[in-house]
T-cell receptor
Framework: QQPVQSPQAVILREGEDAVINCSSS?????VHWYRQKHGEAPVFLMILLKGGEQKGHEKISASFNEKKQQSSLYLTASQLSYSGTYFCGTETVDRDDKIIFGKGTRLHILP | GAVVSQHPSWVICKSGTSVKIECRSLDFQATTMFWYRQFPKQSLMLMATSNEGSKATYEQGVEKDKFLINHASLTLSTLTVTSAHPEDSSFYIC????????????FGPGTRLTVT
C-alpha cells in the first residue's frame, strides 16, 4: 500500500521552514526519506526505525510516530539546494526489505 | 559512499525490439536489487525485487514475461524489456541493498528508455 504524502507541492522563500508528512495505512517497520532532483537518481536523506525515532542532519530532521503510522520531514531555514521532490518510502512490519514510495512532494525554493 | 551504476544512461529503440539495462554495485555486494519505473513527475513504482541466484519477485500488474530480470551475481542485475512499445518509455532506476537489516538502498543514476 502506497504511503500518502502531503502536501503535494510547496513553494518557499530561502530561509523559510517546511514540513512534509507521510502516513501509511499499514504498520511500519521503517521510514526512508529521499530527495530527487529532476533527471537524477534519488538521494538518501535518512532512515527511521520503529520506535518513535527522531533524526537530524544539519537543518533537515525527521520523526517517526509508529503508533500513528506517520513520519514527518522538517526542513528549517531552507536553502536553494533543498529544491527537489521529496519521497518517503515505507517498509512494513512484514520485513520483506521492499520500500514502497509515496507520490512525492515537490519543493521549490525561491531566492 | 556506495556506488551503483546503470548502463546505458539512455536508449532509443524501435517498437518491437528488446532492450537490456544493466545495474551494477561497484564497491559492495548487494544481496538484493530492486527495479523501479518512474514516469515524468510521478513516483518511483517498484516493479520487482531481484535476489542473486533466484527468480525475481514481481509486483502486482508487472508482466514478468515482458520485463525479464536476471541477477547473475552479487554485483549485477539486468532488466530486459522485451518487445518494447511506446508505452514502455520511462525512466528505469535500480537500487541495490547490501543487507542485512534495515538500511539505505543505493540508487543507480537511472536509464531513460524511449521507444519509437
Amino acid at each position: 500500500q502506497q504511503p500518502v504524502q502531503s502536501p503535494q507541492a510547496v513553494i518557499l522563500r530561502e530561509g523559510e521552514d517546511a514540513v512534509i508528512n507521510c502516513s501509511s495505512s499499514k504498520a511500519l517497520y521503517s521510514v526512508h526519506w529521499y530527495r530527487q532532483k529532476h533527471g537524477e537518481a534519488p538521494v538518501f536523506l535518512m532512515i527511521l526505525l520503529k520506535g518513535g525515532e527522531q533524526k537530524g542532519h544539519e537543518k533537515i530532521s525527521a520523526s517517526f510516530n509508529e503508533k500513528k503510522q506517520q513520519s514527518s520531514l522538517y526542513l528549517t531555514a531552507s536553502q536553494l539546494s533543498y529544491s527537489g521532490t521529496y519521497f518517503c518510502g515505507t517498509e512494513t512490519v512484514d520485513r520483506d526489505d521492499k520500500i514502497i514510495f509515496g507520490k512525492g512532494t515537490r519543493l521549490h525554493i525561491l531566492p | 559512499g556506495a556506488v551503483v551504476s546503470q548502463h546505458p544512461s539512455w536508449v532509443i529503440c524501435k517498437s518491437g525490439t528488446s532492450v537490456k539495462i544493466e545495474c551494477r554495485s561497484l564497491d559492495f555486494q548487494a544481496t538484493t536489487m530492486f527495479w523501479y519505473r518512474q514516469f515524468p513527475k510521478q513516483s518511483l513504482m517498484l516493479m520487482a525485487t531481484s535476489n542473486e541466484g533466484s527468480k525475481a519477485t514481481y509486483e502486482q500488474g508487472v508482466e514478468k514475461d515482458k520485463f525479464l530480470i536476471n541477477h547473475a551475481s552479487l554485483t549485477l542485475s539486468t532488466l530486459t524489456v522485451t518487445s518494447a512499445h511506446p508505452e514502455d518509455s520511462s525512466f528505469y532506476i535500480c537500487s541495490a541493498y547490501p543487507g542485512p537489516g534495515p538500511g539505505e538502498q543505493y540508487f543507480g543514476p537511472g536509464t531513460r528508455l524511449t521507444v519509437t
